[in-house]
């Protein structure tokens, strides 16, 4: 009860916060000038985190926008596919980042999150990213670290983008953005995308639900705080749409609920190529079917599935990047070989994600607001392929033919 009477109070405060301030600005609001749209994404950031600890920064941007009660990212819940349909609306069987970890029949390297040379490879990008599409129709483009934005899809690049550094402050990012908004009209970016790593390195490592965690929460909550500060000072917050979003959610993991792969099937190294919260095998010639049917069935709480009998569910579309085999354990649950836990001297993770997308603990936050978008609404949840047509909308540019779904999100713009 004391949380929620909190909130309320904090919401009612947010909205006379949210009136434009009058003195030290630095550039007055202008109808002449086309609106920034500042995409950020606070990753990991589960959906009812915002029920759980006090965000008075987050609290602002909801008084004055809207909100989805919960944003359900694609099959696999992890960070590279998340963020970059977010970013395309397209399911990651159509754009084609069906993991953090991949191998492509057509090309002889693999891509991870650590291979610098192939994440900045534009071949492994498909679709059309915002900021590609906003390029094409004469817009710049500023782009903070988001998956994709090294490499130059269709061979275009974001006007300002970096290579990704993760000891850069989340507050230096978000200044960066400032002077960014503060460039003349005819260089100033019309959308800007910031990354945050938290609270997601919080959540793996503490479990999602831990003090630190919540810690990391709050932090990210000023940062934001940080950004809607700047923008009362220039006098642009009115005008300016933001749009807040995660890739994905964390489940709490447990040392007893590991499927330990080596038990119910013998297998080369070779063999296994990702595990975790997700379980890519390609068997060597002639063992796979040997491999599939020691597997299926084996675990309750493990699904596994041949790549070109994926359920449609999970909008893979038997893309040639799948493995043979995929499998995939229960929310709060790992898949392991006894040698991978060995290495983690047998501990896991306390928290983890990857898993069904529709479980609520794999959900996300969506929040907006700005002139593009509605006030003061709450909505059912929508997807990540949903949030691309909101930001082309709040843009004012076409983009292509996608997978989002109109109808989830009604009510959200203007």
């Known amino acids: 009860m004391h949380r929620a009477i909190s909130r309320v109070g904090a919401i009612l405060v947010a909205v006379l916060m949210a009136?434009?301030?009058?003195?030290?600005?630095?550039?007055?609001?202008?109808?002449?000038?086309?609106?920034?749209?500042?995409?950020?994404?606070?990753?990991?950031?589960?959906?009812?985190?915002?029920?759980?600890?006090?965000?008075?920064?987050?609290?602002?941007?909801?008084?004055?926008?809207?909100?989805?009660?919960?944003?359900?990212?694609?099959?696999?819940?992890?960070?590279?596919?998340?963020?970059?349909t977010l970013v395309t609306g397209l399911y990651p069987g159509h754009h084609g980042i069906i993991s953090n970890n991949m191998r492509d029949p057509g090309w002889p390297e693999e891509f991870g999150?650590?291979?610098?040379?192939?994440?900045?490879?534009?071949?492994?990008?498909?679709?059309?990213?915002?900021?590609?599409?906003?390029?094409?129709?004469?817009?710049?483009?500023?782009?903070?670290?988001?998956?994709?934005?090294?490499?130059?899809?269709?061979?275009?690049?974001?006007?300002?983008?970096?290579?990704f550094d993760a000891s850069v402050p989340f507050e230096a990012r978000v200044d960066q953005a400032l002077e960014w908004i503060d460039l003349p009209a005819n260089e100033r970016p019309s959308l800007i995308a910031l990354y945050f790593g938290e609270p997601n390195d919080s959540g793996h490592r503490f479990g999602p639900l831990a003090g630190e965690t919540m810690a990391a929460v709050r932090r990210v909550d000023a940062t934001v705080g940080r950004l809607l500060d700047g923008l009362d000072e220039r006098r642009l917050r009115q005008s300016t749409n933001i749009v807040l979003v995660a890739d994905h959610g964390m489940a709490q993991m447990d040392s007893e609920r590991v499927i330990l792969v080596d038990d119910l099937v013998d297998l080369e190294p070779d063999e296994v190529f990702e595990q975790g919260a997700l379980l890519q095998l390609f068997p060597r010639s002639g063992r796979e079917d040997l491999i599939y049917e020691a597997l299926a069935g084996a675990h309750p709480n493990l699904h596994v599935y041949r790549r070109q009998e994926l359920p449609a569910r999970l909008r893979l579309y038997d893309h040639p990047r799948l493995p043979p085999i995929l499998a995939t354990p229960d929310v709060g649950w790992e898949v392991l070989t006894r040698s991978r836990r060995a290495e983690w001297g047998n501990r896991i993770p306390a928290g983890d994600h990857g898993q069904d997308p529709t479980h609520p603990d794999m959900q996300a936050i969506f929040v907006a607001a700005g002139p593009a978008f509605a006030s003061g609404v709450i909505v059912p949840p929508i997807e990540a392929v949903d949030v691309y047509a909101l930001l082309a909308a709040a843009l004012g540019i076409q983009v292509p033919a996608n997978d989002g779904n109109p109808v989830r999100t009604a009510g959200i713009l203007r």
């Not at 009812?48 to 989805?68: F, N, Q």
């Not at 071949?123 to 998956?147: H, N, T």
């Open 19 to 84: 009136a434009p301030v009058g003195c030290g600005s630095i550039r007055s609001e202008s109808p002449s000038l086309p609106p920034t749209l500042v995409l950020i994404s606070m990753d990991g950031f589960r959906s009812d985190y915002i029920e759980r600890v006090e965000t008075p920064h987050l609290d602002r941007v909801i008084a004055g926008g809207v909100r989805a009660e919960g944003l359900i990212p694609p099959f696999p819940s992890k960070t590279f596919p998340g963020h970059y």
């Open 113 to 163: 999150l650590d291979r610098r040379r192939e994440v900045e490879n534009g071949r492994w990008w498909g679709g059309e990213p915002i900021w590609v599409a906003a390029q094409r129709q004469g817009l710049r483009s500023a782009v903070y670290f988001w998956p994709g934005s090294e490499a130059a899809v269709q061979g275009v690049r974001p006007t300002h983008w970096y290579e």
